[in-house]
């Protein structure tokens, strides 16, 4: 079997979506008095955001239990070193968009998704 797409806590998932975004962290930046810019770089991290279009009830319990821990390790692919990698992300917020509750089966709507920070 292949590398799975993502991998959280050990776990493995296929979102509908992943966008990568990378991240530059400043300290005692700014413009100067003739307008250029000063720049003191800290760190670039790295930020998954993730959707799923649709999706089970299990799916989203297995998700929600895996992205639990307050940090936690993801594989994913890093198109800037061009394999999958391994760090340790958080989630700072979830969003559950739960669409009905019919005859006592839950139904989530159409675009479950967070964004996995870099630690």
Known sequence: MGQAFITMSGQDFTPSACTIIYQDLDYDSGRAMDGSMMRNKLATKVSLNLEWNTISVQEMSRILKAIKPTFFPVTYFSPEEGKFITSEFYVAEKSVPI????????RYNSGFSFSL???
Do not use: A, H, L, T
């Open 99 to 106: 669409y009905s509750y019919i005859n006592g089966e839950m």
């Open 117 to 119: 920070v870099e630690r």
